[in-house]
């Protein structure tokens, strides 16, 4: 099946920071990416649609401004927590569905994002 | 508003008995749906799915039954195996043609299968 990766796979930093999170889909080329957080024992909610050279769809409720999404290529989006406290800290997943390929979509294994 | 729901927090079953896991949705436009195992720090994996011109699918131990006028849907494992305990989502979309369609997740019911 098709590969997503992540990364980091965890990462600490410190209230005000920013912090990038990469997802590339390592073996299809992928014009659209989902990005997903999930709290504790909670369910995967959708943040954003990533569009490969256009700007990305937000579900209401997502600040745009605060988490920045930026489709670079076919194979990599990004994802930017800017000025992070430590609400934001949670599970971020990503994922790509295959064009033209199988109806589901592919995950990547997720990020732990810890704000102090 | 929970468009999908898996009433059922958690199930405990048997090793080589029956796991069936149930998800309602609200959504008359949904046409597409999947099921996910996820485990602790992990994506979620793909298990099976079915459209909604179809009431049942099966692939192997899996099978994904729909019961449209109802809104529901159900995961029956069988037999159980221990490594079938994880946390397994229900997802929903309203572009079942289109694998491009945004996702939405029920909140997962934690499996355990005991030996």
């Known amino acids: 099946g098709a590969v997503v990766s992540q990364h980091p796979s965890w990462v600490i930093c410190k209230s005000g920071t920013s912090v990038k999170i990469e997802c590339r889909s390592l073996?299809?080329?992928?014009?659209?990416m989902f990005w997903y957080r999930q709290f504790p024992k909670q369910s995967l909610m959708l943040m954003a649609t990533?569009?490969?050279?256009?700007?990305?769809?937000?579900e209401q409720g997502v600040e745009k401004d605060k988490f920045l999404i930026n489709h670079a290529s076919l194979t990599l989006s990004t994802l930017t927590v800017t000025s992070a406290h430590p609400e934001d800290s949670s599970f971020y997943i990503c994922?790509?569905?295959?064009?033209?390929?199988?109806?589901?979509?592919?995950f990547g294994p997720g990020t732990r994002l810890t704000v102090l | 508003d929970q468009q999908v729901k898996q009433n059922s927090p958690s199930l405990s079953v048997q090793e080589g008995r029956i796991s069936i896991l149930n998800c309602d949705y609200t959504?008359?436009?949904?046409?597409?749906f999947l099921w996910y195992k996820k485990y602790p720090a992990e994506g979620p994996t793909f298990l099976i799915s079915?459209?909604?011109?179809?009431d049942k699918n099966e692939d192997g131990r899996f099978t994904v039954f729909l019961n449209k006028s109802a809104k529901h849907l159900s995961l029956h494992i069988v037999p159980s195996q221990p490594g079938d305990s994880a946390v397994y989502f229900c997802?929903?979309?309203?572009?079942?043609?289109?694998?491009?369609?945004?996702?939405?997740f029920g909140q997962g019911t934690t499996l355990q299968v005991k030996p």
């Open positions: 959504n008359s436009m949904f046409d597409y």
């Open positions: 994922s790509a569905p295959v064009a033209g390929g199988p109806d589901e979509q592919f």
């Open positions: 079915i459209s909604s011109i179809k």
């Open positions: 073996d299809f080329q992928a014009t659209t």
């Open positions: 997802a929903a979309r309203a572009d079942g043609s289109s694998n491009t369609g945004k996702l939405i």
């Open positions: 990533s569009n490969e050279g256009s700007k990305a769809t937000y």
